[in-house]
């Protein structure tokens, strides 16, 4: 059996063509502010590739580093602050945050104005997928239906999703109930390999580095890996590309296959809120101490 491997660059590249395309008749650049919490190297990096993707297409891209000992309150209060920015389209806090601030993410996130909320990742867009109306949707669940959308139809389809992340399982798992796709969602992998083998559609984002061989997929299935591990210097994910090429139908590995689109997908939903800027009302009053904007 031949299996095509899905490009993520190519596909994010088309993305980006098409979005530079709407900056520019959108006739201003769309400002997204990104807080950095502490000095963690590997988000220090996803921040720089983030900077680059949102000049690529036209836009700005602020960001603000704040200490790791910094306190809830005060974070929160520099987030309200970037929520009564006009000048500010969209807002990220950069996960995942310091060890003493962990148990607040929550906390954090729900600061966000939902209508800046790019990462889709404020409780009340998660919650309105239940309903199919959230305004903004986690980018890593967009990714994986932009490559399931290009080479499939999910309806009917049996979904088997391995993981329970809050900005790719959890968000998929309803869009593709919504498309009438039958999900099964495995939270930890543990005698995950019968489920596997039933799945028209495979994501593996919880597992051990290249766990998912030919034998336990699908015959012509469509295998997405969302894993990440360093091995002897090198990345790699859940899937062992080489023991699934012949048996899956299609392949988005890692690397190469979903990191690209993602941050496409970022970018996607940066436009959207500078589009709908205008109607963009931040719901919470102002920070302690903070200027109001006007």
């Known amino acids: 059996m031949d299996t095509r491997l899905i490009n993520g660059s190519e596909i994010a590249s088309e993305i980006k063509a098409r979005l530079g395309r709407e900056v520019e008749a959108l006739g201003f650049p769309p400002r997204l502010a990104v807080i950095l919490v502490g000095d963690n190297e590997e988000s220090l990096h996803y921040v720089g590739m983030k900077q680059k993707a949102v000049a690529a297409i036209g836009g700005e891209c602020e960001v603000l580093r704040v200490a790791a000992a910094i306190g809830v309150a005060d974070l929160c209060a520099k987030v309200a602050v970037l929520n009564r920015d006009v000048r500010t389209h969209g807002i990220l806090v950069q996960l995942p945050l310091p060890d003493q601030l962990v148990h607040e993410q929550e906390t954090v996130l729900a600061a966000l104005a939902p209508g800046k909320d790019v990462d889709g990742f404020h409780p009340f867009n ?49 869009l593709l109930l919504a498309r009438g796709c039958q999900v099964e969602i495995i939270p930890s992998p ?47 994910g859940n899937v062992d590309k080489a023991s699934v090429t012949g048996h899956a139908g299609w392949l988005a590995p890692v690397p190469g296959g979903m990191g690209p689109i993602l941050i496409a997908k970022l970018l996607e939903n940066l436009v959207q809120a500078a ?20």
């Open 190 to 236: 543990v005698e995950w390999q019968e489920a596997a083998r039933r799945g028209d559609i495979l994501v593996v984002e919880k597992g051990e580095p290249r766990m998912v061989t030919g034998d336990v997929i699908k015959p012509g299935s469509f295998v997405i890996d969302a894993g990440f591990h360093w091995e002897s210097g090198k990345v790699c």
């Open 275 to 294: 589009k709908s800027s205008e109607q963009t009302v931040a719901p919470y009053g102002p920070a302690p101490g903070a200027p109001r904007q006007g």
């Open 126 to 174: 998660r919650g309105q997928l239940l309903v199919s109306q959230a305004q903004f949707i986690s980018c890593a669940a967009l990714a994986t239906l932009e490559m399931l959308d290009r080479h499939i139809r999910v309806d009917g389809k049996h979904a088997v999703l391995i993981g329970d992340s809050f900005d790719l399982i959890q968000p998929l798992g309803l």
